[in-house]
């Protein structure tokens, strides 16, 4: 009891007492008989459900934590466009991106984890969105087969492909995509498996016009990969940018930085 007192006391501390506040009543209600039965205001006319993760805590907290990345994403996809979102978690980026798209628009939305898929189709079921977007329980690399998901990180947002854990299936993003003429925006997140995605997505980053990825050397390290190679099949297909004051600047990838933006990459 005490203990629990103490992360509340640094906790408000550090966030505010608000924010704080709203964080409990989301888990609390996320743990309880009402979870996936209640429901919260997200962008505009969207809503997310009450479930056990922490961006779900987040976001109810405070509605903005995800407006960058979804303005972002926004700017570069077209109404009636098509996006992909590897890495769902908890659909909080393809959920608003899918009300933007509108019905005519597509949505594909890759998640290994089976809480986190289970997540994300109660939010589709509850928006009225499964007219436009399609969710995969499967993780993207570089071939077929079977891995483990490291689910028993404290943070439920770094779930990680590691040597053992929860059992997932596997397959390419290019086996996914080959129907699809163009990819208006590809946003990859997966927590330093990026290159093994980029190897099986020859294919989908060759019609892809906008891709949007994460770059965290010492994650991609720890998944045995070396970050300048995915920065050679980045630049393969596109320019490599990052965002600083909402304007667009050149990247060049430097070892010794300490700082890792998000890559905007845009086609050729």
């Known amino acids: 009891m ?11 501390q550090r966030d505010g007492f608000y924010y704080t506040f709203k964080r409990a009543v989301a888990f609390f209600i996320a743990h309880s008989p009402l979870a996936y039965r209640l429901s919260f205001s997200y962008t505009k006319n969207t ?15 405070d509605r903005q934590t995800r407006h960058t990345d979804v303005d972002l994403i926004k700017k570069y996809t077209p109404a009636g466009g098509t996006m992909l979102d590897v890495g769902g978690n908890i659909g909080s980026i393809s959920i608003p991106l899918a009300e933007h798209v509108g019905p005519s628009g597509t ?8 809480k986190f898929f289970n997540i994300i189709t109660k939010n589709i079921a509850l928006n009225n969105f ?3 977007v399609t969710a995969h329980q499967v993780a993207l690399g570089a071939e077929a087969g079977t891995v483990y998901l490291n689910e028993s990180v404290a943070d439920d947002t770094t779930n990680h492909i590691a040597s053992t854990g929860t059992a997932v299936q596997q397959d390419t993003l290019d086996s996914f995509t080959d129907a699809l003429p163009q990819i208006d925006f590809l946003k990859i997140d997966v927590e330093g498996y990026e290159l093994e995605v980029l190897k099986g997505a020859t294919a989908a980053l060759a019609k892809t016009k906008c891709l949007y990825i994460e770059f965290i050397p010492s994650q991609l390290e720890r998944c045995g990969s070396k970050p300048q190679d995915v920065i050679d099949i980045l630049t393969t297909h596109f320019t490599i940018h990052t965002l600083r004051d909402e304007a667009l600047i050149p990247f060049t990838y430097n070892p010794s930085d300490t700082h890792h933006p998000d890559l905007l990459c845009l086609k050729k």
């Open 2 to 12: 005490l203990s629990a007192a103490k992360k509340i006391t640094h906790l408000c």
């Open 107 to 114: 949505v594909h939305i890759f998640e290994p984890s089976p």
């Open 47 to 61: 809503r997310l459900v009450f479930a056990p993760a922490l961006l779900v805590y987040s976001i109810f907290a």
């Open 130 to 132: 499964s007219d436009r």
